[in-house]
């Protein structure tokens, strides 16, 4: 058992977003992402993995294929992998995201359980 908290992980800069790494074990990864207002994270993607991002603090916009949807403290947005991810601190104060990265197993993997 562990227990951690996440205000020690909300770390903020001046000259970008934050990533603070929590956990990493096996195939799934824990980390927070903060960003001051303006910051934003570029559009990306995570193949082959299920992304969970849970809004700690703040509020936001997240790009989602394209698309546009404001989060708000308490907020908790399910990403799959292929789909294309971004994130902009539209409001005026810090934003702490948490994240998991959960990797999907192979389908051959899936077949033996």
Request: aromatic share 10%; proline share 5%; glycine share 10%.
């Given at each position: 058992m562990e227990k951690i908290s996440i205000k020690a992980f909300q770390e903020f800069s001046e000259d970008r977003f934050t990533k603070?790494?929590?956990?990493?074990?096996?195939?799934?990864?824990?980390?927070?992402?903060?960003?001051?207002?303006?910051?934003?994270?570029?559009?990306?993607?995570?193949?082959?993995?299920?992304?969970?991002?849970?809004?700690?603090?703040?509020?936001?916009?997240?790009?989602?294929?394209?698309?546009?949807?404001?989060?708000?403290?308490?907020d908790i947005v399910h990403v799959g992998g292929e789909e294309e991810l971004a994130f902009n601190n539209t409001g005026n104060e810090p934003v702490s995201l948490y994240v998991i990265l959960s990797k999907v197993p192979s389908e051959q993997y899936a077949k033996n359980i």
């Open positions: 603070r790494v929590i956990y990493k074990k096996g195939e799934t990864t824990a980390f927070v992402l903060n960003f001051l207002p303006g910051q934003q994270l570029p559009v990306h993607k995570h193949p082959g993995t299920e992304v969970y991002l849970y809004v700690v603090t703040g509020s936001g916009t997240f790009i989602i294929d394209g698309q546009e949807t404001k989060v708000t403290e308490a």
